[in-house]
């Protein structure tokens, strides 16, 4: 929990890992969406599409 001023740890995220198949189609999809911001900066015009 965060406030305007400064960031109080209420508790721990609790830890529960990604099955691999999941995990995989997460990291993909993280990294096609970073790809598609990157390219929008260095060419404008392909960031029309999302």
Known sequence: MAD???AVLI???TYRPLAP???K???LRF???AARRLS???D???GDDF
Request: zero cysteines; proline letters at 5%.
């Open 25 to 27: 189609a997460e990291l």
């Open 21 to 23: 198949a999941r995990r």
């Open 4 to 6: 305007r001023y400064d």
């Open 44 to 46: 404008p015009s392909m």
């Open 31 to 33: 990294a096609r969406r």
């Open 40 to 42: 929008a900066q260095i």
């Open 11 to 13: 508790r721990e995220a």
